[in-house]
């Protein structure tokens, strides 16, 4: 959580105070989210859920993905990219990351296969993906889009929204994330009919409240509504965030300017349009790295837990579904599909990880403390560079 304050306390008493706390009402706080979410992202449609991870499952259920499918993720992602995949019966299939720490348009070309349905660009620690070249890569093997955003809510790609470039894109608002509401999350899309499969995934008596009920698509799924109360908060942390990302960008270029001749900054797609939320260095080795994570006050992204596939202990050991007969891993349908994990699988993204330490930056930090970052990354790097090598 980076900024949360008195205005989201009474836009919560306001809910309070008015009894209406369900979300389908006219003029109701989750649909003026939705309305504005989707204006500041320049798409047609947005829906609110209980979290980035159902917003995840309601873009895969949106565009029919299922047993017989093969998504792609890239292995470094929170876990919660590729059980979505497994929520919707598919398998995730594991792919390389690049020194920018994000999916590999290359892996993506060598991965995709006759089972590949669609791939899951995520938007890690803020930063953009390559857009243009995973765009490009996803129309010649015809792979549907879905961005994962959760982490870069608010960023963009060249000009470009993320979460707006892909077929769909997913956010989350959790505490962790650039705006919150607690727990939540939404998808976005250009596309009508997908947007009306989201809705119903989300809520299976959505089109029943919107007085729609001719619409209906006709599924069952579980719930994932969000309430006025996220709604309301949201509201107001929308009116925070350009504040806040142009903040961090601010920070991520001095300390870019500042740095840069004393340890190699990780090559990145969109500085300018990107979160700005953290610093990535990379360092020459795994031993280094840690040790300059240490005194700049960092951490090496291989220690950042279910952020790395090899942590991903229920999808490598195919524990896909509560009951055995409902796991995407022993449905006949997916046979065919690719899913001998091992931990070694991407060793390359595992040595990316290993030697890339992540400094975070927040929209409050004063001039001073920001200073004070800067000495600590440029002592870490002058001390490894003493030892022999930054
Ligand atoms: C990249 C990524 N994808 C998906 C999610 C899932 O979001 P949530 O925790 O809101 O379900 C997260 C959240 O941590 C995330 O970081």
Same mark, same amino acid.
């Given at each position: 959580m980076y900024e949360i304050g008195q205005e989201e306390i009474d836009a919560v008493?306001?809910?309070?105070?008015?009894?209406?706390?369900?979300?389908?009402?006219?003029?109701?706080?989750?649909?003026?989210f939705e309305t504005r979410w989707a204006e500041h992202l320049g798409v047609r449609h947005a829906r609110m859920t209980a979290s980035g991870t159902t917003a995840l499952t309601a873009a895969m259920m949106a565009v029919g993905i #299922?047993? &017989?499918?093969?998504?792609?993720?890239?292995?470094?992602?929170?876990?919660?990219?590729?059980?979505?995949?497994?929520?919707?019966?598919?398998?995730?299939?594991?792919?390389? +990351?690049?020194?920018?720490?994000?999916?590999?348009?290359?892996?993506?070309?060598?991965?995709?296969?006759?089972?590949?349905?669609?791939?899951?660009?995520?938007?890690?620690? #803020?930063?953009?993906?390559?857009?243009d070249a995973?765009?490009?890569?996803?129309?010649?093997?015809?792979?549907? !889009? +879905?961005?994962?955003?959760?982490?870069?809510?608010?960023? #963009?790609? =060249? &000009?470009?929204?993320?979460?707006?470039? &892909?077929?769909? #894109?997913?956010?989350?608002?959790?505490?962790?994330?650039?705006?919150?509401?607690?727990?939540?999350?939404?998808?976005?899309?250009?596309?009508?009919?997908?947007?009306?499969?989201?809705?119903?995934? !989300?809520?299976?008596?959505?089109?029943?409240?919107? &007085?729609?009920? =001719?619409e209906y698509p006709g599924f069952t799924a579980n719930s994932a509504r969000a309430s006025e109360f996220e709604g309301a908060i949201l509201n107001v942390q929308l009116d925070r965030l350009p504040g806040m990302l142009d903040s961090m960008r601010r920070q991520k270029k001095r300390v870019?300017?500042?740095?840069?001749?004393?340890?190699?900054?990780?090559?990145?797609?969109?500085?300018?349009?990107?979160?700005?939320?953290?610093?990535?260095?990379?360092?020459?080795?795994?031993?280094?790295? =840690?040790?300059?994570?240490?005194?700049?006050?960092?951490?090496?992204?291989?220690?950042?837990?279910?952020? !790395?596939?090899?942590?991903?202990?229920? !999808?490598l050991r195919h524990r896909g579904a509560h009951h055995d007969a409902l796991n995407p891993f022993a449905l006949p349908q997916n046979r065919g599909c690719r899913m001998d994990y091992s931990p070694d699988m991407c060793a390359r993204s595992l040595d990316i990880l290993r030697r890339t330490v992540r400094v975070d930056n927040h929209p409050r930090t004063s001039a001073e403390k920001l200073e004070e970052r800067i000495e600590r990354i440029r002592g870490a790097a002058a001390h490894l560079a003493g030892r022999g090598g930054a």
């Open positions: 008493a306001r809910v309070v105070r008015s009894g209406r706390l369900f979300r389908y009402h006219e003029g109701g706080e989750c649909e003026r #299922g047993p &017989g499918d093969e998504v792609i993720v890239p292995a470094c992602t929170y876990m919660a990219t590729a059980v979505a995949v497994l929520a919707a019966g598919a398998i995730p299939v594991i792919v390389d +990351i690049d020194e920018t720490t994000t999916l590999d348009p290359q892996a993506l070309a060598d991965a995709a296969g006759p089972r590949t349905r669609a791939v899951v660009p995520v938007h890690m620690w #803020g930063l953009s993906c390559d857009m995973i765009m490009h890569v996803a129309a010649e093997h015809d792979l549907i !889009v +879905i961005e994962d955003a959760c982490q870069a809510v608010g960023g #963009g790609f =060249e &000009g470009r929204m993320l979460g707006s470039i &892909g077929h769909l #894109g997913a956010f989350s608002f959790n505490y962790y994330k650039n705006i919150t509401c607690g727990e939540g999350g939404a998808v976005v899309t250009n596309d009508g009919e997908a947007f009306q499969r989201v809705a119903n995934a !989300v809520d299976c008596c959505a089109f029943y409240w919107s &007085g729609r009920d =001719e870019l300017a500042a740095v840069r001749d004393a340890v190699r900054p990780s090559p990145c797609h969109s500085l300018d349009h990107e979160c700005g939320a953290s610093n990535l260095l990379l360092l020459d080795t795994p031993e280094q790295a =840690e040790a300059f994570a240490r005194e700049a006050g960092g951490v090496v992204l291989i220690n950042t837990g279910r952020h !790395v596939y090899t942590e991903w202990d229920p !999808v």
